[in-house]
């Protein structure tokens, strides 16, 4: 088994028993138990586990500290966003009055929605371009503009949304954890998501699989606070904490 092949059989082992023996990890790959002490060092540094004398445990979070750009974003799990963005859409009703928050998968829900008397705000630059052309009723807030997501962020656009009383909102998010909730990785970002959530009657958060288990710096919201559309879960420990859709099981 190559090393790179070991490292996956490692970590998909960890994903199911949490924790295991060098002894354990040497049944599963046949591979010997220097060659295995040395992967869980190799892992261990890389942040993927947490070894211990004589085996590893897996960690029960990923700290995300960095953002890619919207365009690179883009091309992440896209049948899966797809999937989500598809159903996400089924949820719009002719009296809503919606927040859609800037991110890739609610753009591509936007794709999705059809003729609707609905009324849309969104801080996404690209979103309100989308829904405009969409003949769909727009409005967009007000403040500062995130370049590397498209996004109208900090307390100017907070404040633009203390008028505003919505149905439903519709976000992305960085990372989902049973402990630290919904997070993102920019303060002024989260302080718009958070405001959403606050003054929406139900929030629903977008995440493709690749976003639980992963913590970022700041908490838009609690585990509880909003509803999940998902293409599949990893850990059925979520379905306990709100309630959780998935589009692709």
Same mark, same amino acid.
């Given at each position: ?64 500290? *960095? ?9 992440? @799990? ?14 719009? %009703?002719?009296?809503? +009055? ?18 609707? %008397? ?7 630059? $690209?979103? $309100? ?5 969409? @003949? ?9 503009? =995130? ?17 505003? *009383? +919505? ?25 718009? =998501?958070?405001?959403?959530? %606050?003054?929406?009657? $139900?929030?629903?958060?977008? !995440?493709?699989?690749?976003? +639980?288990? =992963?913590?970022?710096?700041?908490? +838009? !919201? $609690?585990?509880?606070? !909003? ?23």
């Amino acid at each position: 088994m190559m090393t790179e092949d070991r490292y996956t059989a490692i970590l998909d082992a960890l994903k199911e028993r949490k924790s295991m023996t060098v002894a354990e990890f040497t049944e599963i790959t046949g591979a010997s138990e220097s060659t295995i002490r040395r992967d869980l060092i190799a892992l261990d540094d890389m942040g993927k586990i947490k070894r211990f004398h004589g085996g590893a445990k897996a960690i029960e979070h990923e700290y995300i500290t *960095n953002e890619a750009p919207v365009s690179a974003k883009a091309q992440l @799990n896209v049948e899966e966003k797809s999937a989500i963005a598809k159903y996400a859409a089924t949820m719009i %009703n002719d009296e809503d +009055f919606i927040f859609i928050d800037a991110g890739t998968s609610t753009a591509l829900m936007i794709d999705y929605i059809g003729e609707t %008397n609905a009324t849309f705000v969104t801080n996404g630059i $690209a979103h $309100a371009k989308r829904l405009l052309k969409k @003949n769909l009723r727009t409005y967009m807030i007000g403040g500062l503009v =995130k370049p590397i997501t498209e996004a109208i962020i900090g307390a100017e656009a907070v404040n633009s949304m203390k008028k505003f *009383n +919505f149905t439903k909102c519709f976000l992305g998010t960085n990372g989902i954890h049973m402990d630290y909730g919904f997070t993102t990785v920019d303060v002024e970002e989260a302080m718009v =998501k958070m405001e959403a959530v %606050n003054r929406s009657y $139900a929030s629903i958060v977008l !995440a493709d699989s690749s976003k +639980f288990d =992963k913590v970022t710096a700041v908490t +838009f !919201a $609690a585990i509880e606070k !909003a509803c999940i559309i998902t293409d599949r879960l990893v850990n059925d420990k979520y379905i306990d904490a709100t309630v959780v859709k998935e589009v692709l099981r």
